[in-house]
């Protein structure tokens, strides 16, 4: 009981308040649904809640933020960690794909040289790289059971190599345009001079009997000449590097770079200039 002055009343039951509160509530419900006239003052409390709104979702904002953080992070780090030890991996794969990039192009080289010069052509693999100091020779994949016979002429997608001087069954040895027991004939291919290109033993060759008046320049290329029939016409044999013209001496000191890669990949090209002449692979 509340006592006011010289008066006095009683306070409502807690039952009275909450058959109160509910009245009114589905009252105003009721007149909202019919007219929403009640939309306004809505709109305005929602304005004037929404600081204390805000301000008590921040511990659960805030709290989720954390959580993502460091979940990020750990992700972020362990994702590092696994691009870091897949990277020599991937570095040794590139460097697979670089390689056999690199081998389709010699490839497509060889195949495109053998289209030039011969009907018939056999790729083979490298076995051996004769050890001798002064020698020049290789030993290939590919022997009398695959047609292979003494003679015959060797190349690689830019120029002559040599030719196989051994056969055996499945394999045969290839002596270099550069050994020093090899000759071949070649012409200037400027001015049509012949010649004949010695091996030095060592990574060039040479170009032997010819005077002063032979008409032949540094920077010259020279071909096969085709004569003896053992290499094909007109294919690239060596470049002139250097002419040594000696008052003293008979004739010129000419030394020549071969055109073949020499020294460099994994596989040569044996051809067949005329395959109709010569034996084919046994059965």
Known sequence: MIDLASWSTRTPSNLVRLVFVALLSVGLMMLDHQGERLAKIRSVLSIALYPFQAVATVPTRTGAWLIEFFR????????????????????????????????????????????????????????????????????????????????????DALGIMGQVTEVDPYTSR????????????????????????????????????????????????????????GFPAGYPVARVRRINNDPNEAFLAIDAEPVAQIGHNKEVLLIWPDSAAKPQAKK
């Not at 010695?198 to 040479?206: E, I, K, L, R, S």
């Not at 009997?209 to 320049?217: E, R, S, W």
């Open 72 to 155: 990020s992070d750990r992700a972020m780090r362990e994702d590092y960690e696994k691009l870091r030890a897949d990277r020599p991996l991937l570095l040794a794969k590139l460097q697979k794909y670089q390689a056999l990039e690199a081998e389709n192009i010699h490839f497509r080289r060889l195949l495109n040289a053998a289209e030039r010069v011969s009907e018939r052509a056999l790729v083979a693999e490298l076995l051996e790289v004769g050890p001798e100091p002064f020698t020049r020779k290789l030993v290939i994949t590919k022997g009398g059971q695959h047609g292979v016979y003494l003679g015959q002429p060797v190349i």
């Open 174 to 229: 290839v002596t270099l345009i550069t050994d020093p027991s090899h000759a071949i004939p070649v012409q200037v291919n400027r001015s049509g001079l012949r010649a004949m290109v010695f091996g030095t033993g060592q990574d060039a060759v040479a170009v032997r009997y010819l005077t002063a008046l032979a008409d032949i320049q540094e920077g010259d290329l020279l071909v096969s000449s085709g004569l003896g029939g």
